[in-house]
């Protein structure tokens, strides 16, 4: 199946590593052009330094997307590297996992300000090159935890707020043919998950939970997101697509 994509050119945030990589590489291997934005500079352009060797076409830069300068200068790179920007991942998250008694503020305000705030300001800077070509995809990345998982207020509040985020873009934007959906990713391998307190007693907890009887990889979430980028999702927007192997709630 044709996506469509080659030539689009994507900004995935969070792409260094993890879910966002493995995005990246996806939409790159269907001929898209991927700006790999990290705030870790280092291990972004070793990622995109790693695609080139692979013939895929990436291109990396640092910044913090909780500021807003380097949300516009994002958005400023893209197009003097690439000359375009038809696709946004909102895709960099970090957890801070804490009950909420021993929840720290600054433990609260970095996952909203990451997740949110982020996600607002980058959207914000490029929604003007999507608009003026009348086409456009955004993708943000939720999670399953948007339902409420204990241990993970600022992150439950955080995802769910994607979702509300996701659905007045949709409707602001339709206009445009831009399409807006948001992806709620279940249980996957990947550096931040292993890194969780207690991964064994979520990973428990996670497979007693589900249909299909194992972890997700972060290929199940890369392929949904070229789905959602493609021509052939142009009729669906403000949805959430939940990639957990069944697990609802
Ligand atoms: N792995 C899972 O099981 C899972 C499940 C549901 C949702 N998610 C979500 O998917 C996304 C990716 O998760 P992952 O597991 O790949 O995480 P990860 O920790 O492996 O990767 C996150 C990347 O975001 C970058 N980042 C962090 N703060 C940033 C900032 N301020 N500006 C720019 N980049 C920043 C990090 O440097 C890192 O490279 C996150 O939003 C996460 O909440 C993951």
Do not use: C
């Amino acid at each position: 199946m044709d996506l469509g994509l080659k030539d689009k050119v994507a900004i995935v945030t969070g792409s260094a590593r993890g879910l966002g990589l493995a995005t990246a590489k996806r939409l790159a291997a269907e001929g898209a052009r991927v700006m790999i934005a990290d705030i870790n500079l280092e291990a972004a352009q070793a990622s995109a330094a790693a695609m080139l060797s692979e013939g895929l076409s990436a291109h990396a830069v640092g910044v913090d997307i909780t500021n807003s300068a380097d949300a516009e200068r994002l958005v400023a790179e893209t197009i003097g590297t690439f000359g375009a920007v038809h696709i946004l991942v909102n895709n960099a998250g970090v957890p801070r996992d804490k009950l909420i008694v021993k929840m720290s503020e600054e433990e609260w305000d970095i996952v909203i300000d990451v997740t949110l705030k982020g996600a607002f300001l980058v959207s914000r800077a490029v929604m003007p090159h999507l608009i003026a070509q009348r086409w456009g995809r955004v993708i943000n990345i939720s999670s399953r935890a948007h339902f409420g998982n204990p241990g993970q207020a600022n992150y439950s509040a955080a995802k769910a707020g994607i979702i509300g985020f996701t659905k007045a873009l949709a409707i602001e934007q339709g206009r445009y043919e831009i399409t807006v959906n948001a992806l709620a990713p279940g249980f996957i391998a990947t550096e931040m998950v292993l890194a969780l307190p207690h991964f064994e007693k979520i990973r428990e907890r996670a497979l007693a939970a589900m249909s299909l009887q194992r972890v997700g990889v972060p290929a199940d979430v890369a392929n949904a997101v070229a789905y959602l980028a493609s021509e052939q999702a142009a009729f669906i927007t403000g949805e959430t697509l939940h990639v957990t192997g069944g697990r609802y709630g």
